[in-house]
């Protein structure tokens, strides 16, 4: 059924969830799914998702098959894209094409925030092994950037 | 490639069109494919759409089996959804359920603009007929709000 999930000061009526469950390499960073995993949802083929890193805080360095649609929609930041890093600031659209190493840094005083789109089905993450860290650091601004 | 499609007030750097290039029953509406319709973008199984509604102005009243993610990043408005009329404001949510008619309206002083992602691969808008208009007009918000 047609609803509207609403929204005050950047949460909506949805659980705020860590991040991940597992994993380490990141950093304050919440997330919601705003539409795709409720019930009656199903017929969605994509998940509607708004992540939030608080200040100093980033996302885990990671890959995988599936792009991601990101916009940001709240704050600034910068975003390591395989071997180099983008400043991202209010609205700008982020492509993550497939298998393309990414993390997303909150660098501004306000929190950075972002829908980030993705198939439903979908590939899990892979975070970099010391030979694929070896190669990203030989980019200067990446390794300065970097967390893991 | 992965990449960032920059954004300034309210617009990105992809091509401004018109809302649609066929029909009628809409009214000052623009629209940015801002993902998924450039070269190398073919992975995505979803578009990300900015429409942006002028003051006064609204969307086709229509429904489709493909399902709606919308997500208001600008201004507000009311939102006809089948039987009811329901306000919405910045970043507020708005499922699109299957075959569920609905309409965009501009309400306020500022344009109302929002994100919509959808499957790349979807049926057709529908329009009402005669028959349909005058259910929907039975509910005396939507008779008052809707626009043909």
Do not use: C, M
């Given at each position: 059924m047609?609803?509207?999930?609403?929204?005050?000061?950047?949460?909506?009526?949805?659980?705020?969830?860590?991040?991940?469950?597992?994993?380490?390499?990141?950093?304050?960073?919440?997330?919601?799914?705003?539409?795709?995993?409720?019930?009656?949802?199903?017929?969605?083929?994509?998940?509607?998702?708004?992540?939030e890193v608080q200040p100093g805080g980033y996302s885990s360095l990671e890959h995988h098959e599936h792009p991601h649609a990101v916009v940001i929609i709240r704050g600034e930041g910068e975003v390591i894209l395989k071997d180099r890093v983008e400043p991202v600031g209010l609205h700008d659209c982020v492509y993550i094409s497939p298998h393309t190493y990414h993390q997303f840094h909150a660098t501004g005083a306000e929190p950075l925030g972002f829908l980030c789109?993705?198939?439903?089905?979908?590939?899990?993450?892979?975070?970099?092994?010391?030979?694929?860290?070896?190669?990203?650091?030989?980019?200067?601004?990446?390794?300065?950037?970097?967390?893991?």
């Open positions: 047609a609803k509207i999930i609403r929204s005050e000061n950047y949460r909506w009526d949805v659980p705020l969830k860590e991040y991940k469950s597992d994993g380490t390499g990141f950093r304050d960073i919440t997330r919601q799914t705003i539409l795709g995993e409720a019930e009656g949802e199903e017929r969605l083929n994509f998940l509607t998702r708004y992540f789109i993705v198939d439903r089905e979908r590939d899990r993450p892979q975070v970099p092994g010391d030979t694929d860290l070896e190669n990203l650091r030989k980019h200067p601004d990446v390794a300065k950037r970097l967390r893991v």
